[in-house]
């Protein structure tokens, strides 16, 4: 059971936005950063944005990153088939003193 | 480009020891600015930390493993270790190794490898 919870699934069709919320609590989201995580099937994640709303290098500006309180978001804008994938959030939790992520969103382009 | 590549057994019996070995090429695993870390993910499901080292030897491990978990590093290969004992079914999952910043973000991953524990 993760202390950071996402919904478990979203859609849209091509070119449309989405989002994607992680929540948590005082002792992880709202005092420590946020990054967020990109898995195509069978493959590793990678890491799409960082300290909450920095992009990698090579990542496209479509992908961005906020958080107000103790909730996070990662929008992707212009949608194409190959964002399906599962999206993760992870931070730092400082109560349990552990990189704790979420449970991991779907994202299916219809 | 800084390269990470998971190499050990896919098979381990239970009530015995995982040991896996990420081997970092294109980059120093010597850096001050970043940590290494072992990440896993059961089959179907989301991602845990399983603990990180810095290139000095200094450890920190996730809660629920921490009892059973030791991570090591050879700075002269390069490489960092992880030993998981008194394996279950429940500890089947791929293993990823990977670079993470102080502030967590894992930047770089390997292509991870599934640890299938099984009589």
């Known amino acids: 059971q993760s202390v950071l919870t996402q919904s478990p699934s979203v859609s849209a069709a091509p070119g449309q936005k989405v989002t994607i919320s992680c929540s948590g609590s005082?002792?992880?989201?709202?005092?420590?950063?946020v990054s967020w995580y990109q898995q195509l099937p069978g493959t590793a994640p990678k890491l799409l944005i960082y300290?909450?709303?920095k992009r990698p290098s090579g990542i496209p500006d479509r992908f961005s990153g906020s958080k107000s309180g103790t909730s996070a978001t990662l929008g992707i804008t212009g949608l194409q088939t190959g964002d399906e994938a599962d999206y993760h959030c992870?931070?730092?939790?400082?109560?349990?003193?552990?990189?704790?992520f979420g449970p991991g969103t779907k994202v299916t382009v219809l | 480009q800084m390269q990470l590549q998971e190499s050990g057994p896919g098979l381990v019996k239970p009530a015995e020891t995982l040991s896996l070995t990420c081997t970092v090429s294109?980059?120093?695993?010597?850096?001050?600015?970043?940590?290494w870390a072992w990440i896993r993910q059961p089959p179907g499901k989301g991602l845990e930390w399983v603990g990180s080292?810095?290139?000095?030897?200094?450890?920190y491990y996730g809660p629920s493993l921490k009892s059973r978990v030791t991570i090591s590093v050879d700075t002269s290969k390069n490489q960092f270790s992880l030993k998981l004992n008194s394996v279950t079914a429940a500890d089947t999952a791929v293993f990823y190794c990977t670079r993470h910043s102080v502030h967590g973000a894992n930047d770089f991953w390997g292509q991870g490898t599934l640890v299938t524990v099984s009589s």
């Open positions: 294109g980059g120093s695993i010597s850096s001050n600015s970043y940590y």
């Open positions: 005082s002792s992880n989201i709202e005092s420590n950063y």
């Open positions: 300290e909450n709303n």
């Open positions: 080292i810095f290139h000095s030897g200094s450890t």
């Open positions: 992870g931070t730092w939790d400082s109560s349990l003193s552990a990189h704790v």
